[in-house]
């Protein structure tokens, strides 16, 4: 409420002041860069695969803070290219915004100030830490779809760690084709959603396995407390902080039995191969998925 009312006080002269001050100020600027020990870390992967459920329980670590999902690596178009400003644009990020507590005058001002994505994640990452009173707290970011841009992450932060949920695709591509978090998809569009992500995760680990760690969601789901052990040991956090979440979480519920025909279901097992059964979701899921869980947390 008071960053809409210091906003409607604004004349158009004074947002212009303020607009060339910023553009002063980031003409030679430089861009900050992360401690070692504060350098964020990514949940990624598919959308409908828990990295919600993954980030509300994170965020209960005294040390770690989340804004609302970002997308600023999800999309190919060049940073400041007339398309990469139109996708924040719309009412979904403007939400995120003001849940984040960042205007949308800083905000657009950092747009057209900031000389790269580097440059708007830090300014973007520091003001909402400002916002919640936790200037020196660590940033992690989720947004599913940032797995599209995991390369470019990489060069950016070479030593950020990635964390990928995933879940069996039958329920992803359920959820999805379902429609109630975000806009239905159609079986195709799903489908896609879950073995785009696999390949270029896939690709990733090939090249630099040591900073991706990836999990079931039905196991974090079943048993939250160890995989969370895990994954803050993997981010070199201390797990002690973080209260036990065991009561937060419920089983998977394998909605997809209700929701597709057997013929989708064959289709969705037939199109998301060799992934669905390298994760386990095969004829022989109970002894892979043993397996893997057993390099897990050796």
Known sequence: MKLKKLEQKLTPADIEKREK???????NETVPKYSKENTPFFILGSPRSGTTLLRD?????????????THFFRWADPFASPKFITHYKTKLFKEHRQMDGVSEIEFNVYMHA?????HLAWVYGHEFLKAIGKPDARLYDKTPQNVYGIFLINAIYPEAKFIHIYRNPLNVVA?????????????????????????LLD?????????????????????????LK????????????????????HKEKNK?????????IQIVIDKC???????????NKKAEREGFLKKLFS
């Open 114 to 118: 900031n000389h790269s994505r580097e």
């Open 203 to 227: 690709q990733f680990k090939k090249f630099k396995p040591e900073l991706l760690l990836e999990l079931p969601y039905e196991e974090l789901t079943e048993n939250p407390d160890p995989y």
């Open 256 to 264: 997809y039995k209700q929701k597709l025909s057997p013929q989708e």
């Open 57 to 69: 329980l994170l965020r209960d670590h005294p040390r770690l803070e989340c804004p609302e999902e």
């Open 21 to 27: 001050a910023l553009l002063d100020y980031y003409q």
């Open 175 to 199: 959820s999805l084709m379902e429609g109630k978090v975000m806009p239905a998809h159609n079986l195709r569009g799903a489908i896609n959603s879950w073995v785009e992500s696999m390949l």
């Open 230 to 249: 895990t994954i803050l040991e993997f981010v070199n956090e201390s797990p002690e902080l973080l209260p036990s979440q065991n009561k937060k979480t």
């Open 273 to 283: 191969e060799p992934f669905y059964s390298q994760y386990g979701y095969g004829e």
